[in-house]
């Protein structure tokens, strides 16, 4: 079955460290793999992708996310974390049966502290 | 980048009463929008994907005849919540994918309803 797996429903780090938001997924074929934001009260902002190509990927906001086909992970990282990151992070996974829906981890909190 | 906008952001009704929310493709062409509902503290629920020109997919458990989706174009896809009860308030949220060069799936900044 697909699915994706974000196994820290908090996660704390102190402004200035690095940080990291894990995913792991499992999926048939090749994944397309999504991260996301969402402050509160607020519909998600992209934030990066992995389809193909470099398995580091580079996205907004200085996030970054390493593809890792065999440990089938997708971790968030950031080297410096800010305030302003605080926030709901969300990690999902394109299922390729049906209608290309996505399918989405149960979202990780982020709070990153002055 | 790709902009979907969704509207109302907020909106108040009475037990009974319809309410339509509308989600449009600003800047790109989507064959297939998403619904989502989310309770608070918890991720998103699918509630349907909907098919410019054909029938919503609905997912299992959610009510057709009370959540009308229609797609009539390729840019914008409406939800209307009918016979609206308290237990129907959420945040609902909609997606499009877009299916060119910079293929993604991009948010509307999501509608949050209360029903009273």
């Known amino acids: 079955a697909q699915s994706v797996a974000q196994p820290e429903d908090q996660v704390n780090v102190a402004e200035g460290n690095p940080l990291t938001v894990k995913c792991t997924y499992s999926?048939?074929?090749?994944?397309?793999l999504f991260w996301y934001v969402q402050y509160p009260n607020r519909g998600l902002q992209f934030l990066l992708k992995?389809?193909?190509?470099?398995?580091l990927v580079k996205g907004s906001y200085g996030f970054e996310a390493e593809f890792n086909k065999s440990q089938t992970s997708f971790h968030l990282k950031k080297p410096s974390a800010l305030v302003s990151d605080s926030a709901l992070y969300f990690c999902?996974?394109?299922?390729?049966?049906?209608?290309?829906?996505?399918?989405f981890g149960t979202g990780t909190r982020l709070q990153v502290f002055p | 980048g790709a902009v979907v906008s969704q509207h109302p952001s907020r909106v108040i009704c009475k037990s009974g009463t319809s309410v339509k929310i509308e989600c449009r493709s600003l800047?790109?062409?989507?064959?297939?929008m998403f619904w989502y509902r989310q309770f608070p503290k918890q991720s998103l629920m699918l509630m349907a994907t909907?098919?410019?020109?054909?029938?919503?997919?609905?997912e299992q458990g959610v009510e057709k005849d009370k959540f009308l989706i229609n797609h009539a174009s390729l840019t914008l896809s409406t939800l209307t919540v009918t016979s609206a009860h308290p237990e129907d308030s959420s945040f609902y949220i909609c997606?499009?994918?877009?299916?060119?060069?910079?293929?993604?799936?991009?948010f509307g900044s999501g509608t949050r309803l209360t029903v009273v």
């Open positions: 800047d790109f062409q989507a064959t297939t």
């Open positions: 997606s499009a994918r877009d299916e060119g060069p910079a293929y993604g799936y991009t």
């Open positions: 992995y389809i193909t190509g470099d398995n």
């Open positions: 909907s098919n410019e020109g054909s029938k919503a997919t609905y």
């Open positions: 999926v048939s074929g090749n994944p397309y």
């Open positions: 999902a996974v394109r299922d390729f049966r049906g209608t290309d829906k996505l399918i």
